[in-house]
């Protein structure tokens, strides 16, 4: 199998497996979830009282979201250090530019909406420590797709044992 095959599979696996994980965490901890979900009528479980009060727990959805979609976004082009670099950095630059325009109440979605006649945005609430989860996510996905890709590219140390 050629080594771009499995380095995509491996970070689309590893996206998934993180957007699984993002999923039960706000089934699990967040009392404000996205519409999707409100529109399952899923409730958060009793654990949510212990977001509120870690500030990294608060932020993990940013970490996982850039992460994921990054990891995902390498894995759709030819997976290397540096498409990982790029598609984190793009994500995280969209994460950042989310948070900050939540610092004033999402005044340029709330324009768009009513230039094409849409009454109301997506809430949300201005978090710094997103827009660090958003930055650590970036380099996450960098270190993720420098591993993998050495693992894969490295022979078996099982294989020159025998």
Known sequence: ??????ASLSFA????????????????????????????????????????????????????HVTAFGLLTSALLRPSVLSALVAGTAWAGIGVLWE?????????LRRGGELIGVSSVPACTYDSGDIVASMAG????????????????????????R
């Open 1 to 6: 199998m050629r080594t771009d095959y499995k």
């Open 13 to 64: 696996g590893m996206a998934g497996a993180l957007l699984l994980s993002g999923l039960i965490y706000y089934l699990a901890f967040r009392t404000a979830r996205p519409a999707l979900l409100d529109h399952f009528q899923l409730r958060p479980l009793a654990l949510a009282g212990g977001v509120e009060r870690s500030a990294f727990l608060g932020s993990l959805p940013s970490l996982i």
């Open 100 to 108: 900050l325009s939540c610092a004033d109440d999402q005044a340029w």
């Open 138 to 161: 970036a380099a996450a996905v960098t270190c993720i797709a420098w591993l993998v890709l050495r693992v894969q590219s490295n022979p078996r140390s099982t294989a020159r044992g």
